[in-house]
Structures are given as C-alpha cells and as structure tokens.
C-alpha cells in the first residue's frame, strides 16, 4: 500500500497546493477593492514589468515571426501553397505565438524577478518590519505588481505581435521575392477583431497569472538563501505551466468550433 499512499499524499499535497494559490489570488482581488492603492508602487512596477521587457519581448517576436515565415514558405511549397504566409503569420502570431512567448518572456524575467526580491525581503525581515509599521504587505507589495502586470502585459503583447508580424515581413520581402504592398495587404485583410481582442485578454490572464506567482512563491518563501533559489525556481516553473494550460482553455473558448 506504500505506492498508493505516497500516491494520495501527493495527490492531496497537491490540491492543498491549488487551494492555497486560490485564496492567494483571492485575497489579492478583494484588496484591489479596499484602499489604500500605493500608485507609487504601481507606476514602478509598470516601469520595471513593461519598459525593461520590451527588448526581449521584441527580439523574441522579430526571431520568431521571421522563422515562422521561414517555416510556412518551406511547408507550403509541398502544396503549391506558398502564398499563404503573410496569413498564416499574422494569425500564428495574434492568436498563439505572440501572448505565448510574451507570457513565458514575462514569466522567465518577471515572475523570477518578484519572487527573488519578496523572498529576499521575507528573509531579511522587511515583511515583517512592514506589519510593524501597521503596512499590509499584500497590499503594498503584491497588489501593485499584480496590477501592474495584468495592465501592461497586454500593451508587450500588442507589441509583440506587431513586431513578429513584420519579422515575418521582412523575411518574406527580403529573401522570398514577397510583394511589399501585397504581403501587407493581405495580412490586414486576413486578421479580425476577435483575434485582436482575443490575443489582449490572454495577455492579461498571462501577466495576472506570471506575477501571481511570483508574489506567491515569494511570499511563501523558505528561510535563508535556499530558500529564496526555491523560490525562484518554484515560482517559474508555476508560472510556465500554468501560462500553457490557460493558453489552451483560452483557445478553446475562443475559437471552439
């Protein structure tokens, strides 16, 4: 029975797991609605979450967009289909790539990031002295960088994808023999509205769900400098799952047939 009880231990240890994020992420929510709201705080985090990513948000997209391009020319040219790569980039990236690779960028610099520095200060006992100064720590320190994050991530996502859609331009007119006037006219005729808003709302969902985990794990942070690389590392693999499987039930509310 050894097997099936460290089976129903995990399984347990694992649902007080979820039920612990989930007040977590309660708690977070209820406070948004409670003042105060240190705006310093959030301007910060806007500052630190959205400007400082912009460089890796676009050099992922630039990359990914052109080989994106690479990859539909190369298969299509097996059908006689090569004329479906502004298209097929412009929807890989609004409706899939573009808030996926954001989403995990975010949570690779983002969720690593919150999580080091709430765990160092766990350690340190600034959490602490917070409390001692009558300071609710949810609210001055994870509140701001949740809000933060679910309001901006959508704005890398935008970004983002704009920024993939012309690496797939520039690959497609630079070294396919692509018409310039053409490829854009197709990729805007080619793209709705509710891939548009669809790619914004996963971006929110992605930014809420990366910092989240970050406040979370920092939070609940070990003792001593084990315990902030637990953290760390806990924080983003959480993060990274969790951005996936959101990604998938997202996609299929939208875009269920």
Request: aromatic content about 8%; overall charge positive; hydrophobic content about 55%.
């Given at each position: 029975?050894?097997?099936?009880?460290?089976?129903?231990?995990?399984?347990?240890?694992?649902?007080?797991?979820?039920?612990?994020?989930?007040?977590?992420a309660w708690d977070?929510?209820?406070?948004?609605?409670?003042?105060?709201?240190?705006?310093?705080?959030?301007?910060?985090?806007?500052?630190?979450?959205?400007?400082?990513?912009?460089?890796?948000?676009?050099?992922?997209?630039?990359?990914?967009?052109?080989?994106?391009?690479?990859?539909?020319?190369?298969?299509?040219?097996?059908?006689?289909?090569?004329?479906?790569?502004?298209?097929?980039?412009?929807?890989?990236?609004?409706?899939?790539?573009?808030?996926?690779?954001?989403?995990?960028?975010?949570?690779?610099?983002?969720?690593?990031?919150?999580?080091?520095?709430?765990?160092?200060?766990?350690?340190?006992?600034?959490?602490?002295?917070?409390?001692?100064?009558?300071?609710?720590?949810?609210?001055?320190?994870?509140?701001?960088?949740?809000?933060?994050?679910?309001?901006?991530?959508?704005?890398?996502?935008?970004?983002?994808?704009?920024?993939?859609?012309?690496?797939?331009?520039?690959?497609?007119?630079?070294?396919?023999?692509?018409?310039?006037?053409?490829?854009?006219?197709?990729?805007?005729?080619?793209?709705?509205?509710?891939?548009?808003v669809s790619s914004?709302?996963?971006?929110?969902?992605?930014?809420?769900?990366?910092?989240?985990?970050?406040?979370?794990?920092?939070?609940?942070?070990?003792?001593?400098?084990?315990?902030?690389?637990?953290?760390?590392?806990?924080?983003v693999e959480a993060?990274?799952?969790?951005?996936?499987?959101?990604?998938?039930?997202?996609?299929?509310?939208?875009?269920?047939?």
């Open positions: 029975m050894n097997p099936l009880a460290r089976l129903g231990q995990a399984t347990l240890g694992s649902l007080a797991a979820v039920g612990r994020v989930t007040i977590f977070t929510l209820t406070h948004l609605l409670r003042p105060p709201i240190y705006l310093r705080e959030v301007m910060i985090s806007l500052f630190q979450i959205g400007w400082l990513s912009l460089p890796v948000v676009g050099l992922t997209a630039v990359f990914t967009g052109g080989a994106l391009a690479l990859q539909i020319y190369a298969g299509g040219a097996r059908f006689n289909a090569e004329a479906v790569v502004p298209q097929i980039v412009a929807i890989g990236m609004v409706r899939e790539l573009g808030p996926v690779l954001v989403g995990l960028m975010i949570a690779a610099r983002v969720t690593s990031s919150i999580a080091a520095e709430i765990a160092t200060m766990k350690v340190t006992e600034q959490i602490d002295a917070l409390t001692t100064l009558s300071t609710n720590p949810m609210k001055y320190l994870t509140l701001p960088r949740v809000l933060a994050a679910t309001l901006v991530v959508p704005a890398l996502v935008a970004v983002g994808d704009v920024i993939g859609i012309f690496g797939g331009y520039a690959v497609a007119t630079g070294t396919l023999g692509f018409n310039p006037a053409t490829y854009i006219r197709n990729t805007v005729d080619f793209l709705e509205l509710s891939d548009i914004l709302i996963k971006g929110a969902v992605f930014g809420f769900i990366a910092s989240l985990m970050g406040c979370y794990f920092g939070m609940h942070s070990g003792r001593g400098a084990q315990g902030v690389g637990k953290a760390t590392k806990g924080s993060a990274a799952v969790l951005i996936l499987a959101a990604n998938f039930v997202l996609t299929g509310i939208f875009f269920s047939v």
